[in-house]
């Protein structure tokens, strides 16, 4: 009975072959972690700095609070 | 100052469509894009309701969290704001947003043809100079600035839709529902402007009088 090597070049190939095949069975963590994004763009001014209040933020929101209150008609018919 | 809110009375809106038409008009919004719509149930059936529909102005809004340029933003009075400066049209927050606020003026484009986002900005304007001219054309007039409130609940004929401070908001709906009275049975004009506690009335005279 006569035993047959495989060449050492054909092993090789397989032993490659195997490996890169193996490889796909490794776990790669796969979670996302999220993070919580920033603002990135141009800086706003708040309402009651910019226009007619120049920075009174007690006038405003005076003036916005009547506005509001005013949109109940059972006010206005008292 | 607490967060700026819409509400909508269901009861109330009559899908007259003024609210629209003065958002277009007072923004000049571009061609193609509502940042206001009434959206209308069981239309011509007795008992139909409309609502006037636009952003939230969401407490955790979607469409931060999606923004790839992070382009959003949030006042101190809780209106979502973004800079279109920065927005690449990707379309996500039109995805991510419940209530189709977002919209672009190309309308579904390919990715980077259709357009910088347009949304409702509650009336304050955007990220450039209050009152100037590139505020105007981006992002329409700012008159949370003027102290004023958004013009589509300003204008709203049958009050339907109430602007402002959460608070006030709700203790005018709070006080509206309570003078409305009755129950299910209540539609129309009476759940609307109230009535409904004189009906309840009548009919406890009525079933007194049948008893006696």
């Not at chain 1, 800086?43 to 226009?51: I, K, V």
């Not at chain 2, 529909?53 to 949030?74: E, I």
């Not at chain 2, 401070?165 to 402007?193: K, Q």
Request: hydrophobic letters at 30%; proline letters at 4%; charged letters at 25%.
């Amino acid at each position: 009975m006569s035993t047959r090597i495989l060449n050492p070049r054909a092993l090789a190939v397989l032993a490659v072959t195997a490996l890169l095949g193996l490889s796909a069975c490794s776990e790669v963590p796969q979670v996302t972690v999220y993070e919580q994004g920033q603002y990135r763009g141009k800086t706003d001014t708040r309402p009651w700095e910019g226009g007619e209040f120049k920075g009174d933020r007690a006038a405003w929101e005076k003036a916005l609070k009547e506005r509001a209150r005013g949109q109940n008609e059972y006010n206005r018919i008292q | 100052m607490g967060r700026m809110k819409f509400l909508c009375d269901a009861e109330r809106c009559i899908e007259c469509n003024g609210c629209v038409t003065a958002c277009k008009n007072e923004h000049e919004v571009p061609w193609g894009v509502n940042r206001r719509r009434v959206v209308t149930m069981n239309d011509g059936v007795p008992g139909e309701r409309s609502i006037s529909v636009a952003c939230m102005h969401c407490s955790d809004a979607p469409c931060m969290a999606v923004c790839p340029t992070d382009c959003f933003y949030k006042t101190e009075d809780g209106v979502v704001l973004h800079d279109k400066d920065k927005c690449i049209g990707c379309g996500y927050c039109f995805f991510a947003c419940p209530f189709g606020a977002p919209q672009f003026p190309n309308g579904p484009a390919a990715f980077g043809a259709r357009g910088k986002m347009d949304k409702c900005t509650f009336c304050a304007g955007g990220p450039e100079e209050t009152g100037s001219a590139a505020e105007y054309e981006k992002y329409g007039s700012n008159r949370l600035a003027q102290g004023k409130l958004p013009l589509c609940a300003e204008m709203c004929s049958t009050k339907a839709l109430i602007a402002g401070d959460a608070d006030v908001v709700a203790n005018i709906f709070r006080e509206r529902v309570l003078r409305r009275g009755g129950g299910a049975e209540v539609w129309g004009w009476d759940a609307a402007y109230g009535g409904g506690e004189r009906k309840q009335e009548r009919k406890q005279e009525r079933k007194r009088e049948g008893q006696s």
